[in-house]
């Protein structure tokens, strides 16, 4: 990420907010779910912006809310009207993503118990 990284961190908080709340409407909710629905979030993001025509979004009771959550952040913090541009907003939710990824080493909701006190 090219601007300071404090300048992200409204964006992070806001990612990780709503990931905490899905974990706590989801108890069946893991971290990989939370991974791909990520990567799903991205894709839809791509397309709201005319990008990824290719690309579907896969649809998954369990994962659709955090899609939407997503795309409302995509909303909130892309440009005009927000202050990000496209690829800045796919790293952070990319960065959100590896966390994700480095805490479910520590168990199926390894990410959530870390996160979930910083929220």
Not at 89 to 116: K, M, N, P, T
């Amino acid at each position: 990420m090219q601007k300071d990284e404090d300048a992200y961190l409204p964006i992070l908080k806001d990612i990780e907010t709503g990931l905490v709340e899905e974990y706590r409407q989801d108890p069946q909710l893991t971290d990989p779910k939370v991974a791909y629905a990520l990567d799903a979030g991205k894709v839809a993001i791509k397309k709201s912006q005319g990008y990824a025509k290719n690309q579907s979004v896969p649809s998954d009771p369990q994962t659709d809310r955090i899609v939407a959550h997503c795309l409302h952040v995509a909303q909130t913090h892309l440009a005009p009207q927000g202050s990000l541009s496209l690829s800045e907003l796919i790293r952070c939710i990319d960065r959100v993503e590896r966390s994700v990824r480095r805490h479910a080493a520590h168990g199926l909701r390894g990410y959530f118990e870390f996160v979930q006190d910083f929220i």
